[in-house]
């Protein structure tokens, strides 16, 4: 289930880069790489290629959505089989396993001489 949502993920990610590539800028856009507006104008018609490929996007924007909040709902559950634990923490595991171990040695601070008043009150 999750490699096919992953896939299907991947598909939609070309696709709207694709869909957001081929609309025309101020430059003409990818679409006019592939033969100007001569191919989109004959496809499409005059005004067909902006609006189709507007709401090709849309569409593709709000797939691109669902897929990835379906991917993160799926992997919340997914754990590791064998030892029942999420990555997160197995890393916090390994990393309180290895702060013992890895402690600096401290020494105490050296013993400093007791300071006396000075003998005559101070003045």
Known sequence: MFTFLIFVHVIICVGLIVVVLMQSSKGGGLAGAFGGGAFSGAVFGGRGAATFLTKATTILAVLFM???????????????????ESAVQRIINQEQQQAPAQAPVTTPPAEQPATTPPAGGGQ
């Open 66 to 84: 669902i897929s990835c909040i379906s991917l993160t709902l799926v992997s919340r559950g997914r754990v590791d089989t064998t030892s029942g």
